[in-house]
């Protein structure tokens, strides 16, 4: 697939229009280089996803939102750290296929939207060298339908975010008000051209059980048949006071007050996260392995 598209790069709904191929550098923080952080054995992925041998996750740095709350800061953008290092072609091709080797179930490409081109020509080059296990999009949702596009039939399940449908709490949150249309345009495409292969994640935000509200009502009035639901409790505070983020784990009374909206919106397929008011899970990207070791097996590291 051709590079030409981060010339005026206009790949996510930020549309920044800088030319990476050059060295500039979009809201994602990355040039035209596709940069990875991590690649693992994932057994905390949604029971089908991680299966017996663990989602194949790769984690690709940069991201082209500004979560306040976000868990993977140190390879995100917007951070001092922005951990990871560029690969060539034959490199994630040897990534996937050390995954596979090791009875991965999937290659789950983790926050890979600003990097679209360099993942749909990696995909190609991973199935030519022998990849047959499926590939998944673990995605903000933040995303541009023209871009998923590109992808097409490369990716088998499709695993995106829907934070929010309130654009003021997008805004201060997340640092994109626009994340709800985008969103939500995204995901409908996706249910569109692979029903059944949808899984909508929605994490809780304490304090914020409103928009947690407002994404359970649409997921019922859109989603139902489609795709399957993913409520997941584990926000954590990251000691981010600029963003204004919750400071305080999920409470036993939200938790269970949204677990009584399940049942007031019929939302029956789907997974629902234990409540979790710890960090100890949390990754650290510095290490050979970011995760606690009952929860990933390294296959390759920065």
Not at 222 to 248: C, F, H, I
């Amino acid at each position: 697939m051709s590079l030409d598209f981060y010339k005026n790069c206009r790949l996510c709904p930020r549309v920044c229009g800088v030319n990476r191929i050059a060295g500039s550098h979009g809201y994602c923080g990355e040039d035209f280089r596709l940069r990875l952080a991590f690649a693992g054995l994932h057994s905390g992925e949604e029971p089908p996803l991680s299966g017996s041998g663990g989602s194949g996750t790769i984690f690709v740095s940069g991201c082209n939102l500004g979560c306040g709350f976000c868990q993977n800061r140190q390879i995100s953008s917007h951070t001092d750290e922005h951990l990871g290092r560029a690969v060539s072609m034959e490199e994630f091709t040897a990534v996937c296929l050390d995954l596979q080797k090791k009875n991965a179930q999937n290659i789950n490409i983790v926050t890979g939207s600003h990097a679209v081109p360099a993942i749909a020509q990696g995909l190609d080059a991973a199935k030519s060298a022998g990849l047959v296990i499926p590939a998944l999009w673990n995605s903000s949702g933040y995303e541009s339908v023209e871009t998923l596009e590109l992808l097409g039939e490369r990716i088998k399940i499709w695993l995106p975010d829907l934070k929010t449908l309130d654009t003021n709490l997008a805004g201060k949150f997340l640092n994109a008000q626009d994340y709800p249309q985008a969103a939500v345009q995204a995901i409908q495409w996706m249910m569109k051209t692979r029903p059944g292969g949808v899984i909508i994640r929605h994490l809780i935000l304490p304090g914020r059980l409103e928009s947690t509200h407002s994404v359970l009502r649409w997921f019922a009035d859109n989603a139902g048949g489609k795709a399957q639901l993913s409520l997941m409790s584990q926000y954590t505070p990251m000691n981010n006071d600029a963003s204004g983020a919750p400071e305080r784990y999920v409470s036993k009374r939200e938790y269970d007050t949204v677990l009584g909206w399940l049942g007031e919106f019929g939302i029956e397929d789907g997974f629902c996260q234990e409540l979790v008011t710890g960090s100890d899970w949390l990754p650290d990207f510095n290490r050979a392995n970011p995760f606690p070791s009952g929860l990933s097996v390294p296959v390759w590291h920065f």
